[in-house]
């Protein structure tokens, strides 16, 4: 790439003309950067059509129109009675059927005014609405323009996803510019490159909504562009990590522990965890550093592998880290794996945010000098003041919600130790290979033994009351219930039920329940889950909102109620049905759905009734809905792509990784192109 071409790509949008710092700042929340390179990553999400009509007859209501109109009379807006009356124009068309044009915001009234001149013809655009008595009706045009300068306004509009601050406007006065200045820079470039430019340029110029279709030429050009950049990263990743060569040696057994492993066990491992067992200890054999994912359902023991890997490596003396995203799942691993460490005879700490003054420095001292052999921590493992002795391992749980810097801050605290990254959310079995490419990867795909499937049923909301007369019999009884509601607080403009108001409904009937949420002080809310967690606590049901997604055990805990499901993903629903049925009692999961449930919720919770294998929840999802409502870190932890499609561009996927494998040379294009899309991708973890 041309230096021209790629410090323009570099330039930050603050310096094109019309936009500014204030601006710039407001593009950057909505392109997650500010440069020109991440506005033309932008894509439009959706064109407008906006050619011009000679009368509103026949034009239904919510359509956009634009058309020619005379302007025969102001009538000024005010307060009239309390209330604020707008001000209208009149107007005619071409055919004289009245037009009323009207102003609500009066801050811009006289700029507006003077551009509708009674007695002249203007064309003008925008969302066509009738009052009650049937007169045509166009609210705060956003196109006015004298006839002469009528292709000012575009036959087909592109319309990009926006934001708060920003209108269409703006994005298309970006846009017109950089793509002035960028056609000069680009036309003197290798045919590949101009080809990649021109397909941007359709994306940002359509001439019809079939050019942001994801079959359409361009963005078949961009997503496999896009794909092989992330291919290339991936095969450039794992030659460098096959070439290195530990300076480390071969690690000598200093211990016998792995007998021990097995004694502690309370329960005979699956064939998968087993199998997945050994995957990890050829690796570690090596001289290669291992790089390894291990995919498992919720509730697959994957906490039980990583113990195995972290007492093989305690065998020579090795420490591991295990890095989990929040305090809440750092602190449930401790809890786990503290009491089956000391058995073993291995020295397990947990470091994380909270550790403050003598008692963390005791626990820095332990860990640099080699005494403390497994870490479990958050963030705080790979801060500055933290050292060990020999870091052989490491482990990062649910590893997308962690970024490439971090993961790689606590890979540099060792020799190039073995990583083996955990993930609960599992990835359609057709995508994972490309996907995790740099990785090799391990799939639990089975339950410990005496586990029983999860019997989940959907029901109307208008069923509640039935249901908490039923519930009542099992709390008696013993049992424990999570009741996950999408909001904290009753919205007037929102349906869906508030855990606030859930919560003092069951209060009536369950006067020990307890009420979490992530806006509740942290301290406050650890203290209710810690509450609900022990077996012997008289509060048998949690109001929650989906904060318990993730990293919540509770062993006891036998049925999860989920309002509004029709609201959440598939693989959202699946995490939350987690919940439950980590004990070996029968667990059950009820799905409440509104009066305003569309087919395709009815179809997504009818696929969480049949089945709780997740790979093939996560198949259906990716078929049922595609990448623009699945991706997300709570979902998914997918690659957020700019033109990919997973569920459209399945052989493109195929396509990218085989050109990326048989590289022998990477080209320079190729290098620009992982320029362009450097993203966060699983590459260098």
């Known amino acids: 790439m041309k230096k021209e071409l790629f410090d323009f790509l570099n330039t930050d949008l603050q310096f094109v003309k019309g936009v500014g710092p204030v601006l710039a700042s407001k593009f950057d929340e909505i392109l997650g950067g500010r440069r020109v390179l991440d506005f033309l990553l932008h894509k439009p ?126 994005f298309a006065n970006v846009r017109d510019q950089i793509f002035a200045s960028l056609d000069t820079k ?54 460098h990590r096959q070439e290195i060569r530990s300076i480390r040696g071969v690690r000598k057994k200093k211990h016998d522990l792995m007998p021990k492993f097995y004694e502690v066990l309370t329960f005979k491992l699956t064939d998968a965890q087993e199998r997945v067992i050994d995957e990890i200890f050829d690796d570690m054999k090596k001289p290669t550093p291992m790089m390894r994912l291990v995919q498992g359902d919720v509730g697959s023991g994957k906490t039980i592998v990583a113990l195995s890997a972290a007492t093989k490596m305690a065998e020579s003396g090795t420490q591991t880290v295990l890095m989990a995203p929040t305090d809440t799942l750092a602190q449930q ?143 008696e009884n013993g049992a424990k219930v999570f009741w996950v509601c999408p909001l904290v607080e009753e919205s007037e403009t929102s349906d869906l039920t508030a855990a606030q108001e859930r919560y003092d409904f069951l209060k009536s009937h369950f006067p020990d329940a307890g009420l979490v949420h992530g806006k509740m002080d942290k301290k406050k809310r650890d203290k209710v889950m810690s509450e609900f967690s022990n077996a012997n606590s008289k509060m048998r049901v949690l109001v929650s909102t989906t904060v318990i997604e993730v990293g919540i055990d509770v062993p006891s805990a036998s049925i999860i109620v989920i309002e509004n499901a029709e609201r959440f993903g598939l693989a959202a629903l699946h995490q939350l049905r987690g919940r439950v049925g980590r004990g070996y009692a029968q667990s059950f999961c009820v799905l409440f759905y509104g009066k305003n449930i569309t087919e395709d919720g009815i179809k997504r919770l009818d696929v969480l009734c049949e089945t709780d294998d997740g790979f093939i929840i996560a198949e259906q999802d990716l078929m049922m809905r595609g990448v623009g409502e699945l991706l997300g870190t709570k979902q998914s932890g997918w690659i957020a792509y700019n033109f990919v499609d997973y569920r459209e561009h399945r052989d493109l996927f195929k396509l990218a990784s085989r050109d990326a494998r048989e590289m022998e040379i990477v080209s320079d294009w190729a290098k620009d192109l992982m320029f362009v899309f450097n993203r966060e991708h699983r590459v260098g973890a």
């Open 45 to 170: 999400s959706y064109v407008r059509p906006r050619e011009i009509t000679d009368s509103v007859i026949n034009v239904q209501p919510g359509e956009i129109i634009t058309i020619p109109v005379l302007i025969k009379s102001y009538k000024k807006g005010g307060v009239f009675r309390g209330r604020r009356a707008p001000t209208q124009i009149m107007c005619n068309d071409k055919l004289g059927v009245p037009i009323t044009i009207q102003f609500f915001n009066t801050t811009f009234l006289d700029y507006w005014l003077n551009k509708l001149p009674i007695g002249q013809w203007r064309i003008i655009s925008g969302k066509l609405e009738y009052n009650n008595n049937g007169g045509a009706i166009i609210s705060h045009p956003e196109f006015i323009e004298c006839l002469e300068n009528a292709e000012k306004i575009p036959s087909i509009q592109a319309v990009y996803p926006s934001g708060e601050g920003l209108t269409q406007k703006n």
């Open 186 to 239: 680009v036309n003197d470039c290798e045919t590949s490159v101009r080809d990649f430019f021109d397909a941007l340029r359709t994306v940002h110029f359509p001439k019809s909504a079939d050019d942001l279709l994801p079959n359409s030429g361009a963005i078949l050009t961009l997503s496999y562009s896009e794909l092989f950049a992330h291919q290339v990263a991936i095969a450039i990743s794992r030659k």
């Open 333 to 475: 691993h401790f809890a786990t794996l503290q009491s089956l460490c000391e058995k073993i005879g291995i020295v397990c700490d947990i470091l994380t945010g909270r550790d403050k003054g003598r008692e963390r420095t005791e626990k820095l001292i332990s860990i640099k000098s080699g005494r403390t052999k497994l870490i479990v921590g958050t963030h705080a493992v790979f801060s500055d003041d933290t050292e060990y002795k020999d870091l052989g391992l490491v482990i990062i749980d649910e590893q997308h919600r962690f970024g490439v810097a971090q993961r790689e801050a606590i890979r540099i605290k060792g020799n190039n130790p073995d990583v083996l990254a955990l993930s609960a959310t599992p990835i359609p079995r057709t995508l994972s290979m490309t996907i995790y490419g740099d990785m090799d990867i391990s799939i639990l795909n089975e339950k410990p033994a005496g586990r029983l499937p999860i019997k989940t049923t959907k029901l109307p909301i208008m069923r509640i009351n039935d249901l908490v007369k039923r519930l009542s019999v099992q709390v």
